[in-house]
């Protein structure tokens, strides 16, 4: 069983910033992307950033300059460094990874991210 147990979210004021964590443990193999998506209230869930194994971040327009996806292998976790945080960010944010063999996709529980300002 997989498990991705996320880390970090929690209240900042606008021009804060923040750490998220996500750890992926259990029978997982052949990991190929990792990465970010958020949903505030009312909206779709969007993605964030992406980050496929040997190859570039990929990032939303809207946190393009601002948050930094990166991905440690060895210990199957992959963080996102967000700074300059707005309002406009506050969401529940899930950390996702996709696997190739086989071909899957597993979410974190989500965690809440609050920007005042």
């Known amino acids: 069983q997989v498990q991705l147990v996320e880390s970090g979210g929690g209240w900042v004021q606008a021009g804060g910033s923040l750490r998220l964590s996500c750890a992926a443990s259990?029978?997982?193999?052949?990991?190929?992307?990792m990465g970010w998506y958020r949903q505030a209230p009312g909206r779709q869930r969007e993605l964030v950033a992406t980050?496929?194994?040997?190859?570039?971040?990929n990032y939303a327009g809207s946190v393009k300059g601002r948050f930094t996806v990166s991905r440690d292998n060895a210990k199957n976790t992959v963080f996102l460094q967000m700074s300059s945080l707005k309002p406009e960010d506050t969401a529940v944010y899930y950390c996702?990874?996709?696997?190739?063999?086989?071909?899957?996709?597993?979410w974190g529980q989500g965690t809440q991210v609050t920007v005042s300002s």
């Open positions: 980050i496929i194994a040997g190859g570039s971040p």
């Open positions: 996702y990874v996709g696997t190739t063999i086989p071909r899957n996709v597993y």
């Open positions: 259990g029978s997982i193999f052949s990991i190929n992307a």
